[in-house]
């Protein structure tokens, strides 16, 4: 290692503890991808090295030095995410995100942007009618927008919730559950009823569902209804047709927000039915009002091996389209 060049950094004990992580894990991480040293010297922090691995090393611990001072706990996922972004140069940092924060959990968790996709995503959330929030799972794609919705709802810009999502079964039939026929699509809209709890609390929760001001329901009982001033999520959108997305998009009335979230890669429809979500992506681009924010393995904000594993598939996918395309090429020479 050339360790001609070094620079200090002042961070007390408790900093220290926070941004070296259990067993000194996030500081091996930072040394072994830019391939210098950080160590403890009486208060302060030696980074050596190279010198401009050393300068970006110095700045990244800057970085999630004051977003910690702000509040926000150091996890791998900010570190990895800084490494990320320090060796594609963005210039925008971890501090810009960190600026944005839309609500707090009920146990006073700050929910903000951890990644420049999610704040590109919250952004157009804010900017536009219509949201299409496309991605991998663990990206964020639901909760960002189940926030946002909840913090429209809390300063009265819109007057209720309506998160829906089609009851699309993924190897098992409705009719074999047990129970009627909410309970039967309750464990499809489980994952929504969890992000509201852990956002407003299950009191909370309960009491303006009650109210009528907070619906959560499967995508057929959409149809026939105009949805006036109110925030709309449809989630797992990949799973509607042609027909459901246009119905759906159709019920959307005056003052209300949208907000369309789905995985391309993930779809539970049966063999020859084209998703709603990729028939929208090619019909609605281009229209004014409509946002479509892609967010990729980069924007996965669960444990790194989940975007590890996202990443793995990309590739493979990518792939395979690039392979079915030389064939589909060869074909079209050989016809010729």
């Known amino acids: 290692m050339n360790n001609d060049y070094t620079m200090l950094m002042d961070m007390d004990a408790q900093s220290m503890q926070k941004l070296f992580g259990t067993n000194d894990a996030y500081v091996r991480k930072v040394e072994d991808e830019f391939a210098v040293s950080v160590v403890n010297r009486d208060g302060s922090v030696k980074i050596s090295g190279e010198k401009g691995n050393v300068k970006k090393v110095y700045k990244l611990l800057e970085e999630l030095l004051q977003i910690s001072h702000k509040g926000t706990e150091i996890e791998e996922q900010n570190v990895n995410y800084a490494v990320m972004m320090s060796k594609e ?11 944005n924060c839309i609500c707090h959990t009920i146990s006073g968790k700050p929910i903000q942007p951890k990644t420049m996709g999610q704040k590109k995503y919250v952004q157009a959330m804010q900017e536009h009618m219509i949201v299409f929030g496309l991605g991998p799972a663990g990206t964020g794609k639901t909760f960002l927008a189940m926030a946002m919705a909840i913090m429209a709802f809390r300063s009265n810009q819109v007057s209720r919730i309506i998160l829906t999502r ?7 039939k409705l009719g074999f559950l047990p129970g009627d026929l909410q309970s039967k699509v309750d464990p499809y809209l489980r994952p929504l009823y969890d992000a509201l709890y852990q956002i407003m609390g299950a009191e909370s929760f309960q009491k303006n569902m009650e109210k009528g001001l907070i619906e959560v329901a ?11 001033n109110a925030y709309i999520i449809l989630d797992e959108a990949q799973n509607t047709t042609e027909a459901q997305m246009k119905m759906f998009l159709t019920r959307i009335g005056f003052g209300s927000k949208v907000v369309i979230t789905g995985d391309a890669s993930q779809k539970d429809l049966g063999s020859g039915t084209r998703s709603g979500l990729d028939v929208a992506q090619k019909v609605l681009a281009g229209v004014e009002g409509i946002a479509f924010c892609q967010l990729t393995s980069k924007d996965v904000v ?23 395309d030389r064939q589909a090429r060869g074909a079209k020479r050989k016809g010729k």
């Open 89 to 99: 140069d963005m210039d925008d940092g971890l501090l810009t995100m960190d600026e």
């Open 166 to 172: 089609p009851a699309i079964e993924a190897g098992e």
């Open 218 to 228: 499967p995508l057929a009982y959409m149809r026939g209804r105009t949805l006036d």
């Open 302 to 324: 669960r444990h790194p091996l989940v975007q590890r594993i996202v990443k793995a598939y990309e590739d493979y996918e990518a792939g395979m389209k690039r392979t079915k």
